[in-house]
C-alpha cells in the first residue's frame, strides 16, 4: 500500500518536473540624463500550451488564477497597467513599457467570442477582484475598441485582424498603492518572499516620481517554425527614483528598495541584474560587486554597454559611488515625444490640443489614438492639424462619435509628420451637464479625460529600451537590431471641470421657500382672520383738541 | 499523439475515533469581516486609520484576507499630501503602520457607496462579481461589521454625498438573518452619535456597540503635526491598543472589549446593546468575532488511503490542420489602411 503511495507521489513530481514552463526574473537599472534613475523588473513566465484543449485546472509557475480568468473569457491577449505619475519622455527617453496614468487595460479576445462586450465587462470585474483596482468601472461606455493602434503583440494564427475583437480602456484617476501591488506579487511563483520580487517594499516603491505596475499576456511563437504557440507572461514593475527624494546619488539597492535581495528565486530559470553603465561618461559611477559580466549592445546604430550581475543563492546587494566630473552633458531629447493640454475658457466651450514633437530629421508615421469620455462632446470639423504653422492633412483618419451615456469619443488620426517639426492637433468639445446622481461625491475635483497615445515605429533606437516582439526577456532586447521600434507614447491626463450644480441648492431652497411662505401666510392669516370693525371718528373743535393736549401735557 | 496517464489521487482518509460531539461547541464555523471606512477626503484621515486598525487586528488574528471585506472611501497611504507613503499610521509616533505591506482593498474610492454596501451584506450583487467582494457568509459564520465616518442622530454619512439610515441598517441585518448569512454578528460603530446607528436593530443574535451615545460626539485621539490632520478617533485606538495585547490562545472576552474605552478617555460614552444577543459576552471570546479559530478535534488514529483512480487512456487528438501562427505589424501599415 505504502509502496503505491510513495510511486504515486513520484508520478506526481514527475509530470509536474516535465511541464513545459520557464520563470525568469530580470532587473533593469538605468541612470537617466537628468537627476534619476530608472529601475525596471522583469518577471516573464513562459508555458507550452495549448489555449484550446489546456483547462488551466492545474499550473505550476503560471499564476492559476489568471488563467482561469483569461479561459473563462476566452481572452486571447491581456495588458494591464497601474500607473502613479507620469513618464516623462522629454527627459527620460523610452521605458520599456509604456503606460498611462492611472489604470489602462486592453485585451484581444478570441474570434471565436460570442459576445464580446459581455466578455469584456465580466473579464474587467474578475481583474478588479485580482488586482484590487476599480478595473469594475470599465464598462461599453468607456470602451474602444482602436483600428491602428493596438494589434495583437503576440503571435496569432490568421493574418487578418479583426478589430471588433479588442477593447480598450482607461481609468485615468485611478490610484495605485500598495492594495494594487500585494495582489501582483501573489501572481508571482515565489512570491515576494526570495528573488528580485523581495526588492518590491512598498515603502519605497511609492516613495518615487513614477510607478507602474504591469501584466502582459499574450501568445507567443514557441520556435522558428511557429506552428505551436506558448502562453507568455510578463510581469513588469517600472520604478523611477529621483536622487532627491533618496538624498544622494550614491544609490545601492538597498537605498532604493529598503534592502538587498534576499537570494534568488530558486523556481527561476534566469535571475539577472543589468545596469545600464554606457552613460558612464557622463555621469560616471563606480559599481561594487563588478558585475559577472559586461556586455555590449549595438541596437540600431546605439551603441550601450550593461554591466550583468547573475543572482547568487544568498543575500546579494550593489553599491554604487558617484564620481563628480563636472562634465555637464547634453540631454537629446528622444525622437518623438508629445504632450496635450485644454485651451479655451469659460464653462460652455473648450478645445484639447496635443502637441506631437519629431526631431528625426524624416518624415515619421504616427497614429494619434484619442478615447474621449462620452461627456467631452467633441466635434469632429474642428480637427486642425497645424504642423510649424502649416496646416497639414491626416493621411487616414478613424471617428466613432460618442453617444451619452453608452459609448465614449473615438478618434484615430493617421499622421504624417514631416521632418523636425512640431504638430499640434487640435479639437473643440462643448462642456455639458450631466446628471444630478452622475456627478461623483466630490463633483469640484474635476472629470479627467485619459492620455492620448502617439504609436509610432521609429527608425532609430536611441533612448529605446523596449523588448522587440518577438522577444521575452530584457535580454533579448540586447543586440536586437529590427527594421523599426515600437513606441507608444502617452501623454499628459486632463482634468476639467464640468458645469457643477450647487448641491445645497435644494436645501436653500427648501428654506427660502419656507421663509417666504412664513412671511406670507402670517400677514394673509392675520388679514383673514381678524375682523374688521369700523370706529366711529367724531368730529373735534380745535378747543377741545388743544386742552386735550395741554391736559395730556401736565 | 497519445498519453497514457495515471493519476493517482491520494486522499487523506482520516478516522476518528472519537464521537462527533467532542467538538468544543463554539456554535460557528467560520469568521467574517465587514470593515467599512464611508468617508472621503484628506482631512477624514483617520477614518481610514480606524478601519485599517480593525482590519490589521483581524487579520492578525487569522481571518484570511479573503474573507475579509474592506471598504475605503478614500485613498490616504498614497495621497499625494501624505510625506510618508504607503503608510497610515496610528499614532503620531509613528507605533503602527497600520496599513502595512500586505494589504487587499477590495472596495475602495467611488466603490463605497450605500447600495454597494447594502448588496454586499444582502448578497444581491451583479452577476459577474468577483468573489473577493462578495461576502460569502453562511448559518455558521460570525460577521464582524465595523463602520466608520461621519454620522448624526439616526445616520451614517457615506462619501459626504448620501447616507444610510439606522432603519435601513437594521433591515439589511434582518435580510442577512432570514436569509441565513450569519450566526452571530458583532456590530462596532465609530462615529458621532454611534448608538442611533444600532436603535433600531430587531434580529436576533447581534451584538452591538457604538462609540458615543445618541446627543454625543466620538471625538478624535490627536493630530500629527507632520500629516497636519487627525490621526485615529478615540475609540478605535483604544480598541486597537486592546486588541494589540491579543493573541490567539487568549482568553479575553468580549466583555472586557465592551469595556475597552471608558468615559475618562473616550470622553463619549461607548453604547452597548446586548438585548439580541442570546449568550453573555463575559463569556464569549474575543476571537469569537476578530479572529478565527476553528474547532479542531484531536484524533488519536490516522490512517492515509491512497486512492488509486485509473483514467485510462486519455487521447489528445492533434489539432487535425496544421496551423501556422505569425507577429503582424504593432500598428497597422498606412499603405493598406482604406481612407
Known amino acids: 500500500m505504502e509502496i503505491i503511495h510513495i510511486l504515486g507521489v513520484l508520478m506526481h513530481i514527475h509530470s509536474v518536473l516535465t511541464s513545459q514552463d520557464t520563470f525568469s526574473e530580470e532587473l533593469l537599472i ?32 503560471f499564476p492559476r488564477a489568471l488563467g482561469e480568468i483569461i479561459k473563462r473569457f476566452n481572452v486571447q491577449e491581456l495588458h494591464v497597467s497601474l500607473t502613479g505619475g507620469l513618464w516623462r519622455y522629454e527627459n527620460w527617453g523610452y521605458p520599456v513599457v509604456d503606460a498611462a496614468p492611472g489604470a489602462e ?29 476599480s478595473l469594475n468601472f470599465v464598462d461599453k461606455s468607456n470602451s474602444i475598441s482602436p483600428e491602428f493602434s493596438f494589434q495583437p503583440s503576440g503571435a496569432i494564427d490568421s493574418p ?63 520556435d522558428e517554425s511557429c506552428e505551436s504557440v506558448s502562453l507568455d507572461l510578463q510581469q513588469t514593475v517600472s520604478l523611477v527614483y529621483d536622487y532627491g527624494i533618496l538624498g544622494t546619488k550614491d544609490w545601492s539597492l538597498s537605498k532604493l528598495f529598503g534592502q538587498g535581495v534576499n537570494g534568488r528565486c530558486v523556481l527561476a530559470s534566469r535571475s539577472e541584474i543589468y545596469i545600464d553603465i554606457t552613460s558612464t561618461t557622463a555621469r560616471a559611477f563606480t559599481l561594487d560587486p563588478q558585475p559577472d559580466e559586461v556586455l555590449t549592445s549595438v541596437r540600431g546604430g546605439h551603441h550601450s554597454t550593461f554591466g550583468k550581475y547573475t543572482l547568487p543563492r544568498n543575500f546579494f546587494n550593489i553599491y554604487t559611488k558617484f564620481i563628480d566630473k563636472e562634465i555637464v552633458s547634453l540631454n537629446v531629447p528622444p525622437v518623438l515625444h508629445a504632450n496635450q493640454y485644454l485651451t479655451g475658457y469659460g464653462q460652455e466651450r473648450g478645445g484639447i490640443v496635443t502637441k506631437v514633437y519629431n526631431n528625426h530629421w524624416s518624415e515619421l508615421d504616427v ?20 504642423s510649424n504653422d502649416i496646416e497639414i492633412k491626416p493621411v487616414a483618419l478613424r471617428y466613432v462619435p460618442g453617444k451619452q451615456r453608452e459609448r465614449p469619443y473615438y478618434l484615430e488620426v493617421f499622421i504624417k509628420l514631416p521632418p523636425r517639426s512640431t504638430t499640434s492637433v487640435s479639437i473643440d468639445f462643448d462642456y455639458v451637464f450631466l446628471k444630478w446622481q452622475e456627478y461623483p461625491p466630490d463633483a469640484n475635483h474635476g472629470f479627467y479625460i485619459g492620455s492620448a497615445i502617439i504609436s509610432s515605429i521609429l527608425p532609430v533606437a536611441r533612448n529605446y529600451t523596449g523588448l522587440p516582439q518577438d522577444g521575452t526577456l530584457i535580454s533579448h532586447s540586447f543586440n536586437a537590431s529590427r527594421s523599426g521600434y515600437l513606441v507608444q507614447v502617452r501623454t499628459e491626463n486632463m482634468v476639467i471641470t464640468l458645469p457643477t450644480p450647487d448641491f445645497s441648492m435644494p436645501y ?43 391736559s395730556f401735557n401736565k | ?70 471598504m475605503i472611501a478614500d485613498d490616504m497611504a498614497c495621497n499625494p499630501r501624505n510625506p510618508r507613503p504607503a503608510t497610515v499610521f496610528n499614532n503620531a509616533n509613528q507605533h503602527i503602520n497600520v496599513y502595512g505591506d500586505d494589504v487587499e482593498v477590495d472596495y475602495r474610492g467611488y466603490e463605497v457607496t450605500v447600495e454597494n454596501f447594502v448588496r454586499l451584506l444582502t448578497g444581491r450583487l451583479p452577476p459577474g462579481t468577483p468573489r473577493s467582494k462578495q461576502l460569502l457568509t453562511d448559518e455558521g459564520s460570525n460577521v464582524l461589521i465595523y463602520l466608520t465616518g461621519h454620522g448624526g442622530d439616526g445616520f451614517l454619512k457615506f462619501q459626504d454625498s448620501e447616507e444610510i439610515t439606522s432603519q435601513e ?44 451615545l445618541v446627543g454625543e460626539d466620538s471625538l478624535s485621539h490627536h493630530v500629527d503635526p507632520a500629516i497636519g490632520v487627525y490621526i485615529i478617533d478615540r475609540y478605535t485606538y483604544y480598541a486597537l491598543d486592546f486588541l494589540e495585547n491579543v493573541d490567539l490562545q487568549t482568553n479575553k472576552s468580549v466583555g472586557e472589549f465592551l469595556k475597552v474605552c471608558p468615559k475618562s478617555v473616550c470622553i463619549s460614552t461607548v453604547g452597548v446593546r446586548k438585548d439580541l444577543f442570546q449568550r453573555n459576552p463575559d463569556e464569549v471570546p474575543v476571537t469569537d468575532f476578530f479572529g478565527s479559530v476553528r474547532p479542531i478535534d484531536l484524533m488519536d488514529q490516522v490512517a492515509i488511503e491512497p486512492l488509486v ?31
Open chain 1, 160 to 222: 487578418n485582424v479583426n478589430n471588433t475583437y479588442l477593447r480598450y480602456a482607461s481609468l485615468p484617476r485611478e490610484i495605485v498603492c500598495t492594495e494594487n501591488l500585494t495582489p501582483w506579487k501573489k501572481l508571482l511563483p515565489c512570491n515576494s518572499k526570495t528573488g528580485l520580487a523581495s526588492l518590491l517594499n512598498s515603502g519605497y516603491i511609492h516613495n518615487s516620481r513614477y510607478h507602474s505596475v504591469g501584466l502582459h499576456l499574450r501568445q507567443i511563437c514557441q
Open chain 1, 30 to 61: 538605468k541612470p537617466l540624463y537628468s537627476d534619476q534613475v530608472y529601475t525596471h523588473f522583469h518577471f516573464s513566465t513562459k508555458w507550452d500550451v495549448d489555449m484550446d484543449t489546456e483547462t488551466f485546472n492545474h499550473s505550476r509557475l
Open chain 2, 309 to 339: 483512480v485509473d483514467v485510462g487512456q486519455r487521447k489528445v487528438v492533434p489539432s487535425t490542420k496544421r496551423r501556422k501562427y505569425a507577429y503582424v505589424q504593432p500598428i497597422v501599415n498606412v499603405d493598406t489602411v482604406s481612407l
Open chain 1, 508 to 550: 436653500n431652497v427648501i428654506c427660502l421657500a419656507c421663509t417666504v411662505v412664513a412671511l406670507a401666510f402670517g400677514p394673509l392669516h392675520n388679514i383673514t382672520t381678524r375682523r374688521l370693525v369700523m370706529k366711529s371718528k367724531k368730529k373735534e373743535s380745535l378747543l377741545v383738541k388743544l386742552k386735550k393736549f395741554l
Open chain 1, 105 to 133: 487595460v486592453w485585451a484581444w479576445f478570441r474570434p471565436d467570442t460570442g459576445d464580446v462586450d459581455k466578455n469584456w465587462k465580466l473579464l474587467a470585474n474578475s481583474l478588479s477582484g485580482l488586482l484590487c483596482a
Open chain 1, 367 to 386: 497614429v494619434l489614438l484619442q478615447d474621449i469620455p462620452w461627456y467631452v462632446p467633441i466635434y469632429l470639423h474642428t480637427l486642425k492639424l497645424m
Open chain 2, 1 to 70: 499523439m497519445i498519453v497514457k496517464q495515471l493519476i493517482f489521487l491520494v486522499i487523506l482518509h482520516a478516522v476518528s475515533t472519537k464521537s462527533q460531539s467532542s467538538f468544543p461547541n463554539k456554535g460557528h464555523t467560520n469568521n467574517w469581516a465587514v470593515l467599512v471606512d464611508t468617508s472621503r477626503f484628506w482631512f477624514n484621515y483617520r477614518h481610514v486609520a480606524n478601519v485599517l486598525s480593525i482590519y490589521r487586528s483581524v487579520k492578525r488574528l487569522g481571518i484570511p484576507d479573503s474573507q475579509i471585506i474592506l
Open chain 2, 169 to 212: 441598517m437594521a433591515d439589511a441585518l434582518e435580510q442577512m438573518w432570514q436569509k441565513q448569512r450569519y450566526h452571530e454578528t458583532f456590530f462596532m460603530i465609530d462615529t458621532c452619535q454611534a448608538a442611533s446607528m444600532y436603535e433600531r436593530f430587531y434580529s436576533p443574535n447581534i451584538l452591538a456597540v457604538g462609540s458615543s
